[in-house]
């Protein structure tokens, strides 16, 4: 009886546990390499992506995982079917060395945030 049961549970689990539904395909990488940047001056990049599902998408919330790092997006923009959007990312150096930062966007109807990561070396 607990053999069959967990025949039931275990599927059902998984399929809500990993959101495998892709909803986005980013048109850039997902990380970007500023290269060498100058301390106090900030820089930002540009992340595209392209709703490939069938239904319309919208940019929920952008996560960093620091201060340092601002997301900007269009809060009220409705993503179409085969359409793009934007997310923009803007760092602010304050201290100097090689930095690696990440932030999570969060799409309408996935559970999962998307990961894009920034990185580069901050000089005096």
């Not at 069959?4 to 549970?9: D, E, G, K, Q």
């Not at 239904?55 to 960093?64: A, C, F, G, Q």
């Not at 900007?72 to 359409?83: G, H, K, M, R």
Request: charged fraction near 25%; include cysteine; aromatic fraction near 12%.
């Amino acid at each position: 009886m607990l053999k069959s049961t967990l025949y039931l549970i275990i599927p059902f689990l998984a399929l809500n546990f990993f959101d495998t539904d892709q909803k986005i395909e980013w048109q850039v990488p997902t990380t970007h390499d500023f290269g060498s940047i100058k301390k106090d001056i900030p820089v930002e990049h540009i992340f595209t992506f392209k709703n490939i599902s069938g239904t319309p998408l919208t940019v929920d919330n952008v996560r960093t995982s620091c201060g340092c790092t601002a997301p900007e997006w269009d809060e009220t923009e409705v993503i179409l079917p085969d359409s793009t959007g934007t997310v923009k990312l803007i760092f602010n150096a304050r201290a100097s060395g090689y930095f690696y930062k990440m932030a999570k966007v969060f799409f309408n109807g996935q559970k999962k945030g998307e990961k894009l990561y920034i990185e580069g070396d901050v000089i005096p």
